[in-house]
């Protein structure tokens, strides 16, 4: 009798992890079907914010209750084609060829993170494409996590799935940080330059494009020898790279 309730208790907990396992399923497939859905509605839809921008605006609200972010939307005609292609060179050379992810950028990173942590440096190296950048800051966040970075992959495909490069430029252009509280093409052009997107020059455009890796940082140290390295780098390159 015992050996028979010690059975039936095992079948009544593996029913019981069963149905736990295929909620957990059906709620994944739901919240992707979710992200899908999102991904389907940006290709059409311009977005008033980003998942990147309400988190900056929560973290300058808790020292500043009055803080606002400066973001402008503008069509991809009113960006320069000067900065499209400064920030196609400096972030992603191979945008209009490859389907969304490049996975020997994404091992030549880890290899060179890798031995930056064994060496203790904190200086750090992306393998992200322009699209992974873009799935990141509308639909993510930018915390480090294996979980966040396998959404990524997944929204990128979505993305790509969906939406034309220049659609997915377009959205890119007008999300990304470019400095403290300061989304998009538009007003980064106006915050540094009191100018708009469209008129922005060569050298005004790659200098932005050099900015995107770290926009807090060269929003304070708008002169350091290295930004001007890389505008100068940029410069040559961005005649070289396609945009859509």
Request: charged residues 25%.
């Amino acid at each position: 009798m015992s050996a028979r309730r010690s059975t039936l208790s095992r079948i009544r907990w593996g029913r019981v992890i069963g149905a736990g396992i295929m909620a957990l399923l059906c709620l994944l497939i739901m919240y992707q079907l979710w992200m899908f859905c999102l991904v389907v509605w940006y290709a059409y839809q311009d977005p008033g914010s980003s998942a990147i921008m309400r988190q900056e605006l929560s973290r300058l609200r808790e020292t500043d209750p009055d803080a606002e972010l400066r973001y402008t939307w503008v069509p991809y005609d009113r960006i320069s084609n000067t900065l499209k292609r400064a920030v196609v060179a400096s972030e992603d050379a191979n945008f209009t060829e490859h389907d969304g992810v490049e996975w020997d950028a994404i091992r030549k990173a880890w290899e060179y993170n890798q031995r930056q942590q064994e060496r203790g440096r904190t200086k750090m190296r992306g393998g992200s494409t322009i699209t992974q950048q873009l799935a990141k800051n509308l639909f993510l966040s930018g915390s480090r996590s294996y979980l966040r970075k396998g959404q990524e992959l997944v929204l990128t495909y979505m993305i790509e799935h969906v939406m034309p490069k220049r659609r997915i430029l377009e959205l890119y252009l007008n999300v990304a940080e470019w400095g403290v509280g300061v989304f998009g093409a538009e007003a980064a052009a106006r915050h540094y330059y009191k100018t708009s997107a469209a008129n922005l020059g060569t050298s005004q455009a790659a200098r932005l494009a050099a900015m995107l890796p770290n926009p807090r940082y060269y929003d304070k140290n708008r002169n350091t020898s290295y930004l001007k390295s890389r505008t100068n780098t940029l410069t040559r390159r961005m005649r070289l790279v396609d945009i859509p």
